[in-house]
T-cell receptor
Framework: EDQVTQSPEALRLQEGESSSLNCSYT??????LFWYRQDPGKGPEFLFTLYSAGEEKEKERLKATLTKKESFLHITAPKPEDSATYLC???????????FGAGTRLFVKA | DVKVTQSSRYLVKRTGEKVFLECVQD?????MFWYRQDPGLGLRLIYFSYDVKMKEKGDIPEGYSVSREKKERFSLILESASTNQTSMYLC?????????????FGPGTRLTVL
């Protein structure tokens, strides 16, 4: 069964303390992997798309990487405004659906 | 800026009521989606539409129906609301082709069924 698993469920960091969020996936063929950010009470906001193993993308303090089985979202020197839920989603080849993980809630304390 | 709007941010309904959730996008996107989001379960696809008057069932269509009479508008209908449909409902849109395209989400409607 195709699935997307994110870990940890929640992560508490001090401001400036770098860390990584994990997204592991099981699909027969990967078309694309997406990262979204979701603030409380709002809809998800698109961050990155990764297509193939070895690919990396960066935006401010965030860097997403992709292997054949998982993706990491690295957060360098986070700030309190980076606090949010980060969602990983996968689209498989030959299908029409995007499968979402349950998300990682990130809390960054000043 | 892509904008996806939903008719209500918060909604409280009674069991058995018929409920309409409206979604409008202003970017001429072909694809539109309805998800529900529950703690620990992630986003689950209810229905999606790839063109006007076209619809496809997602993972959890039971108890729901949809309508897409115009390209910019996609409605989710709860025929007879039940307490287990209490959830956050998110609408999204994306341009064709769907492959490799990110989805743009609305702010969500938090529905409570009493």
């Amino acid at each position: 069964e195709d699935q997307v698993t994110q870990s940890p469920e929640a992560l508490r960091l001090q401001e400036g303390e770098s860390s990584s969020l994990n997204c592991s996936y099981t699909v027969s063929g990967l078309r694309g992997l997406f990262w979204y950010r979701q603030d409380p009470g709002k809809g998800p906001e698109f961050l990155f798309t990764l297509y193939s193993a070895g690919e990396e993308k960066e935006k401010e303090r965030l860097k997403a990487t992709l292997t054949k089985k998982e993706s990491f979202l690295h957060i360098t020197a986070p700030k309190p405004e980076d606090s949010a839920t980060y969602l990983c989603a996968v689209q498989e080849t030959g299908g029409f659906k995007t499968i979402f993980g349950a998300g990682t809630r990130l809390f960054v304390k000043a | 800026d892509v904008k996806v709007t939903q008719s209500s941010r918060y909604l409280v309904k009674r069991t058995g009521e018929k409920v309409f959730l409206e979604c409008v996008q202003d970017m001429d996107h072909e694809n539109m989606f309805w998800y529900r989001q529950d703690p620990g379960l992630g986003l689950r696809l209810i229905y999606f539409s790839y063109d006007v008057k076209m619809k496809e069932k997602g993972d959890i269509p039971e108890g729901y129906s949809v309508s897409r009479e115009k390209k910019e508008r996609f409605s989710l209908i709860l025929e007879s609301a039940s307490t287990n449909q209490t959830s956050m409902y998110l609408c999204a849109s994306s341009s064709r082709p769907q492959i490799h395209n990110e989805q743009f989400f609305g702010p969500g409607t938090r529905l409570t069924v009493l």
